[in-house]
Structures are given as C-alpha cells and as structure tokens.
C-alpha cells in the first residue's frame, strides 16, 4: 500500500541527526509501513532509517512518521517540556505542508494493552506531572487545542455518543441502546454536568486514556509508552484518570503520588475525589455509544450504571460543599 504523494509524511535527515547527535550525512531513511493509526490521522507510517557509524557499522531502527491534528503537533511540543514523563512519546519532527500538520516519533516496539486493561501506574505517574505543570496555566496554551467547555460536552453527549449508539442499534438493537439515548439527551440539560466545568481544575489532557493507546514495550523492562495524543485537549484533569483507572485503586493512587511527588504536597482531597466522580460519569457517559458498537451491550449496560453512580456522587460532592469528604 502506498501512499498518495500529497500526504507521504517528510522524515528528514536533518531532524533524525539532531535526535541522535550525529551527522546528517550519515543518515539514511529506508522503506515505509503502514501502521493502524488514529481513527482521525489518513496516514500512519513506520520508517526504517539506518545511521552509519564513523567506523563503517550500522544502526538501524524506526520512526513513525504520521499525518497528525493541530492538536496532536502541539500536545506533543507540551510534553516534551515535562520532566521525567518517561511514558511519554519524543518528538523526533513535526511541521505544517499543502497536506496539513505532521510528525515523526519512535517507533516503539511492542503490543498494545485491550481497550478494557487497567493502565499501567506509570503512565498515570507521567500524566500528573503534565496535568501538574499546567494547572491554573491552562489559558496560556494554544487557542488550537480543544476545550472541554459546555459546546464540547453538548457535542459528546448529543452527537458523538448517540451516533455510535445508532450505529449499534443498526445492527443488533437492544434495550440499552434506548436506555443510553434517554442519559445522554438527559445529561445534555442536568446542571451537575455543566457545573463540573467550573469547579474542576483543568490542565493539557491526553484525553483517550486507555488500554489501545498504551504500548508494552518487549524488552524485559515492559516500559509502557502512551501514544496517539490526536484527542489532546484542556479540560479537568481526571478525565484522564477515571475512564481507565476506576477499577484499579493502585493506578489511581499511583497518580495521586505522582502528584505529591512533583508539586511537594497532596491534590486537594475534594477536587480529586469530586473531580473523579464527574470524570468517571462523563467519560462513562461519552464513550458508553462507543463501546456498545464495538463490544456489545453488556460493556455498555455496566458503564451506564457506573455513570448514574458516579453523577449521584458527584451531585453529593456539590451539595456537601468541601466538607462532604467521606460523608
């Protein structure tokens, strides 16, 4: 398969040798692959690139090299400016051609976590430290990146979920596709969901956390990396926690740590576990059209109950005030 030439990625020689200190001229870019990529990226490729040694050796190795959002460019010149995120891709190269916005990364070998696995702490333990760098800075980024804002929830809960429950209801139709589409046109007007907005600290998110965007690397030190920030954006920063961390109290308490380690004191107890709850229904609430499509009316029946839960503990937070912690 080969790509048409006004999307081919450029993988140039020059930003390969200034990633690897070495002299352009001894950088050769070899054949491409097609990668499975982001749902929203045309081309997704692995390059093979060679670097000769002064002594007539060769190191080989391989670059993704990928047609990328405006918000995927700039998410990932952010990230690189966070210390010690080791979960998080390099940014090899980036740019803007005819075609659009592109980058080239690693490529890191290994698998991919299943949508459903508990995300490895590690990741976790990297995104405090980005969700700690931009707290209270989040107006300062690009006006390019998304924002969870009330036009982006009405837009989750009133287009993009009923869409995929639609599409679930079209091949095998079952009772909780209506019971979906009667939360969300709910959700879409209950004020605990628009008041999250503006209680909740909000910073640079991934914003898709999950077992399919986290690669185990093979070596024996399993380092996971997670990939394909095309849904970064600004919004409250547990939205990046409570999707994939809800069943495992250890990768939650692993972000909590992270975050004492690198701000020198405790998130705030109610804005963790409130922000937890909110996050936990709305991304619940998000995805559930998702889910249904692809993994069947189970999945989607026990993120429905998690949502409702997770709301109600989260109208309680609003209504107990800061002192409703454990109540």
């Not at 982006?152 to 019971?179: E, G, T």
């Not at 919004?235 to 109290?249: F, H, K, N, Q, R």
Request: glycine fraction near 8%; aromatic fraction near 8%; charged fraction near 20%.
């Amino acid at each position: 398969m080969t790509a048409p030439p006004n999307l081919t990625v450029p993988v140039r020689e020059v930003a390969l040798a200034r990633w690897l200190s070495a002299d352009p001229a001894a950088i050769e870019i070899g054949q491409r692959h097609p990668l499975a990529g982001g749902v929203d990226s045309p081309l997704v490729e692995r390059v093979e690139v060679t670097a000769v040694r002064t002594t007539g050796g060769r190191d080989r190795f391989e670059v993704v090299a990928k047609r990328a959002s405006a918000a995927e460019v700039i998410a990932l010149h952010e990230i690189a400016k966070v210390p010690a995120a080791d979960a998080f891709p390099e940014l090899i190269d980036a740019g803007t051609d005819d075609s659009g916005p592109w980058v080239v990364t690693p490529f890191y070998p290994g698998s991919t976590l299943p949508w459903d696995a508990d995300v490895p702490e590690a990741v976790f333990a990297s995104l405090a430290r980005l969700h700690y760098r931009y707290l209270g800075r989040a107006s300062r980024l690009p006006v390019d990146l998304p924002r969870v804002d009330e036009s982006f929830c009405r837009h989750a809960l009133m287009n993009f979920a009923p869409s995929w429950i639609h599409d679930a209801q079209r091949k095998s139709p079952h009772p909780v596709h209506d019971r979906a589409l009667n939360l969300l046109h709910r959700w879409n007007h209950d004020e605990r969901i628009h008041v999250g907005l503006h209680v909740l600290p909000a910073a640079l998110l991934h914003g898709d956390v999950y077992g399919h965007n986290v690669v185990i690397a093979d070596d024996e030190g399993r380092r996971p990396h997670l990939i394909d920030w095309g849904s970064a954006r600004v919004g409250p920063i547990m939205l990046d926690v409570a999707l994939s961390a809800e069943t495992s109290s250890r990768a939650f308490s692993a972000y909590l740590r992270a975050w004492e380690d690198v701000a020198g004191c405790p998130l705030d107890p109610w804005q963790a576990e409130a922000g937890h709850a909110w996050a936990t229904a709305f991304s619940n609430a998000m995805f559930v059209g998702a889910v249904a499509a692809r993994f069947g009316p189970t999945h989607a029946e026990e993120m429905l109950d998690k949502a409702e839960a997770a709301l109600e503990r989260f109208g309680q937070f609003l209504a107990g005030g800061r002192g409703s912690l454990g109540s």
